[in-house]
């Protein structure tokens, strides 16, 4: 089984700044790594598959890099909808499916 | 893009057992890969298992592989959950979602997902 792990598991930014959250695995993914946002009460929504590309209607202020075992989801000019918790995912290798455990974007 | 939509919440007895359904609608059903993830109460998500319905064996994991039963019925274009023996710690939201490519692979990212099923266990 492929570990993701996630850092930092909180993250306190002001509205307008950036944050950069890191996901890690335990074997190398390739660059088959996806990013979901999720808020309180509804359903993940994907963000970033193939470590960097934009899902439909995601806009340019969410970025993706990396590949192997090291990534990151870049949040450039944080609105107040971006308040949420983010997981990555990792589709290389199965079962299981794995996520990470989540950072929490948080209003500072 | 198609919409899943999940049965409503279950209140469930222990060892007791809940089924969820999970609906397709836009027709994109029979080579797409479907996995089902629950989420504990401010927990993050575990993958449970997945099931493509134009493969008859669906896949699970090790964790559930006693108690879960995956099922698919192309007619309504609906996938099911059935997680048996069930105990407190069953108590999380369960979702459905769908792998992006019609290929018959797991190997690709989620991109629809249904709105959460709740499913309380108490005794």
């Known amino acids: 089984e492929i570990v993701m792990t996630q850092s930092p598991v909180t993250l306190s930014v002001s509205p307008g700044e950036g944050a950069t959250l890191s996901c890690r695995a335990s074997?190398?993914?390739?660059?088959?790594l996806a990013w979901y946002q999720q808020k309180p009460g509804q359903a993940p929504r994907l963000l970033i598959y193939g470590a960097s590309t934009r899902a439909t209607g995601i806009p340019a202020r969410f970025s993706g890099s990396g590949s192997g075992t090291e990534f990151t989801l870049t949040l450039s000019s944080l609105q107040s909808e971006d308040f949420a918790v983010y997981y990555c995912?990792?589709?290389?290798?199965?079962?299981?499916?794995?996520f990470g455990g989540g950072t929490k974007v948080e209003i500072k | 893009q198609d919409q899943m939509v999940q049965s409503g919440t279950a209140v469930m007895r222990t060892g007791s057992s809940v089924k969820v359904s999970c609906k397709v609608s836009g027709g994109s059903f029979w080579n797409y890969a479907f996995s089902w993830m629950r989420q504990a109460p401010g927990q993050g998500l575990e993958w449970m298992g997945g099931?493509?319905?134009?493969?008859?064996?669906?896949k699970y994991s090790q964790k559930f592989q006693d108690r879960l039963t995956l099922s698919a019925d192309e007619s309504t274009s609906t996938t099911y959950l059935e997680l048996s023996s069930l105990r407190s710690d069953d108590t999380a939201v369960y979702f459905c979602?769908?792998?992006?490519?019609?290929?018959?692979?797991?190997?690709?990212?989620?991109?629809?997902w249904g709105q959460g099923t709740l499913v309380i266990v108490s005794s």
């Open positions: 074997q190398s993914v390739g660059r088959s």
């Open positions: 099931i493509i319905p134009s493969i008859p064996t669906p």
């Open positions: 995912h990792q589709y290389f290798s199965w079962p299981p499916l794995t």
């Open positions: 979602a769908r792998g992006s490519e019609d290929s018959g692979s797991y190997l690709h990212p989620l991109d629809s």
